[in-house]
């Protein structure tokens, strides 16, 4: 039975120095920390600018789409936060 991936609610997310959304999420029993590109975030999920504000209320918003594209770069067993851009919204649709 194929266990839910959700984003962690126990690891807040937060903007990174790089102007980034990292986010953890749970798949089965282990977890990965994402980070999603404040550029993605600007033309893909409405957030109105590079403001720490207007990019955790645009993730807010949109992080059920955000935690679909999350899905389709699982399997690395890397440690570092995974990356994702504009490319990745792009490829999926959004």
Do not use: W
């Not at 029993?29 to 994402?34: A, E, L, P, S």
């Not at 550029?39 to 720490?52: F, K, M, T, V």
């Amino acid at each position: 039975m194929a266990k839910a991936t959700y984003i962690d609610e126990g690891f807040r997310p937060g903007v990174t120095k790089r102007a980034t959304v990292a986010f953890r999420v749970i798949f089965d029993d282990r977890h990965q920390v994402f980070e999603v590109s404040a550029e993605a975030l600007q033309e893909y999920c409405d957030a109105p600018s590079d403001d720490r504000e207007d990019l955790l209320a645009a993730f807010e918003d949109a992080r059920f789409e955000i935690l679909e594209i999350a899905e389709t770069k699982v399997g690395s067993s890397d440690t570092n936060p995974i990356l994702l851009t504009m490319a990745d919204f792009k490829k999926a649709g959004h």
